[in-house]
T-cell receptor, first 116, second 116 residues
Framework: ETGVTQTPRHLVMGMTNKKSLKCEQHLGHNAMYWYKQSAKKPLELMFVYNFKEQTENNSVPSRFSPECPNSSHLFLHLHTLQPEDSALYLC???????????????FGPGTRLTVT | AQKITQTQPGMFVQEKEAVTLDCTYDTSDPSYGLFWYKQPSSGEMIFLIYQGSYDQQNATEGRYSLNFQKARKSANLVISASQLGDSAMYFCAMREGRGGYQKVTFGTGTKLQVIP
């Protein structure tokens, strides 16, 4: 596998379900991100993990819970979601230098989530 | 105020012609980065080009160039010799801060259609 992979690619879940999205990067990067892309809205940054430390959550509802067990893997745990949470969820990774500055992010193909 | 503004929701360009996609930004951070990404209908987000706020020269990557006008806070993407495969959504994005405090903001995107 190369680049950034995400599983599953499509997910349909009820509002009472619990599911997890998985992201894996094979680029040796040290920062990973979760984004939400809804129709007709800009891409929204949800979570940032820099050197495995979560450092940004942008006021995301607690029904979304990230986990980063190591620098290559990132999970997004979902529970009691709402229909408005239906969107494309994109994972990305980047290499942060010693100054903490990251340059380009490499994105996975996304998980298309539908909440019924 | 919008941090990233893309005023062109849709653009058409004739194959082999050049096209400019507009992007203006707003930040008080002296150290920032500007990115352009391409998102084809398949959904993956593809990094195209990066410009750092302290870079003296405009960034170029193959047929892509970034017209960086710092005083005007604009970072327009120029695609030369358009190809049919360039038809996609194009997003301008900005990175502010560093390390645990970095923020990434995306614009609403421009849909480019290349006409044969």
């Amino acid at each position: 596998e190369t680049g950034v992979t995400q599983t599953p690619r499509h997910l349909v879940m009820g509002m009472t379900n619990k599911k997890s999205l998985k992201c894996e990067q094979h680029l040796g990067h040290n920062a990973m991100y979760w984004y939400k892309q809804s129709a007709k809205k800009p891409l929204e940054l949800m979570f940032v993990y820099n050197f495995k430390e979560q450092t940004e959550n942008n006021s995301v509802p607690s029904r979304f819970s990230p986990e980063c067990p190591n620098s290559s893997h990132l999970f997004l745990h979902l529970h009691t979601l709402q229909p408005e949470d239906s969107a494309l969820y994109l994972c990305a990774s980047s290499q942060a230098g010693s100054t903490g500055i990251s340059y380009e992010q490499y994105f996975g193909p996304g998980t298309r989530l539908t909440v019924t | 105020a919008q941090k990233i503004t893309q005023t062109q929701p849709g653009m058409f360009v004739q194959e082999k012609e050049a096209v400019t996609l507009d992007c203006t930004y707003d930040t008080s951070d002296p150290s920032y980065g500007l990115f352009w990404y391409k998102q084809p209908s398949s959904g993956e987000m593809i990094f195209l080009i990066y410009q750092g706020s302290y870079d003296q020269q405009n960034a170029t990557e193959g047929r892509y160039s970034l017209n960086f006008q710092k005083a005007r806070k604009s970072a327009n993407l120029v695609i030369s010799a358009s190809q049919l495969g360039d038809s996609a959504m194009y997003f301008c994005a900005m990175r502010e801060g560093r390390g645990g405090y970095q923020k990434v903001t995306f614009g609403t995107g421009t849909k480019l259609q290349v006409i044969p």
